[in-house]
């Protein structure tokens, strides 16, 4: 069985995001998106408020769960007896850093592979942070995320 973790911090999750995620569908048997609990960044939505968005986000895909983690990504995989670490890349620029990430999750665990997914043309310029930005200026921005996260930009921003 392939089984796959494609983890992050999705604060929020985007149409990128989802792009990526259903390409490995087509590749893993499961695959447990993994929602970074520790991360360098201040996040918008709280930890539960992420998990939640991406349950609602990937409800049609079958093979897909969301769950939290803490700790490093490697040693999640490893105890979820994943096979692959999912990552997408949208421009030439994240490359570099994925690789570098590829290189070290290797060294901690030999037999767990990363496999990269190019996000659909559509979506290669999206990020997390300038879609906070936008919705933070009360743009519209309901082509770049699922329904149920433009609701809940809307209604975050409208509390600030």
């Given at each position: 069985?392939?089984?796959?973790?494609?983890?992050?911090?999705?604060?929020?999750?985007?149409?990128?995001?989802?792009?990526?995620?259903?390409?490995?569908?087509?590749?893993?048997?499961?695959?447990?998106?993994?929602?970074?609990?520790?991360?360098?960044?201040?996040?918008?939505?709280?930890?539960?408020?992420?998990?939640?968005?991406?349950?609602?986000?990937?409800?049609?895909?079958?093979?897909?769960?969301?769950?939290?983690?803490?700790?490093?990504?490697?040693?999640?995989?490893?105890?979820?007896?994943?096979?692959?670490?999912?990552?997408?890349?949208?421009?030439?620029?994240?490359?570099?850093?994925?690789?570098?990430?590829?290189?070290?999750?290797?060294?901690?665990?030999?037999?767990?592979?990363?496999?990269?997914?190019?996000?659909?043309?559509?979506?290669?310029?999206?990020?997390?942070?300038?879609?906070?930005?936008?919705?933070?200026?009360?743009g519209d921005v309901s082509l770049f995320v699922p329904?149920?996260?433009?609701?809940?930009?809307?209604?975050?921003?409208?509390?600030?």
């Open positions: 069985m392939k089984k796959g973790v494609y983890s992050g911090t999705f604060d929020p999750v985007t149409n990128g995001h989802i792009s990526v995620l259903k390409k490995a569908t087509m590749i893993f048997d499961e695959i447990i998106v993994a929602v970074a609990y520790d991360n360098y960044k201040s996040t918008l939505f709280s930890y539960e408020e992420r998990i939640e968005l991406l349950k609602e986000s990937s409800k049609d895909l079958p093979n897909v769960h969301v769950e939290g983690f803490e700790g490093l990504l490697v040693e999640y995989a490893k105890k979820s007896n994943a096979n692959a670490i999912i990552r997408g890349l949208r421009m030439v620029s994240d490359f570099d850093y994925e690789m570098q990430m590829a290189a070290f999750n290797k060294a901690l665990a030999a037999d767990i592979e990363t496999v990269f997914f190019a996000a659909s043309n559509d979506y290669t310029y999206l990020s997390s942070s300038m879609i906070r930005s936008i919705a933070s200026l009360q329904e149920v996260v433009n609701e809940a930009l809307k209604k975050k921003y409208a509390q600030k």
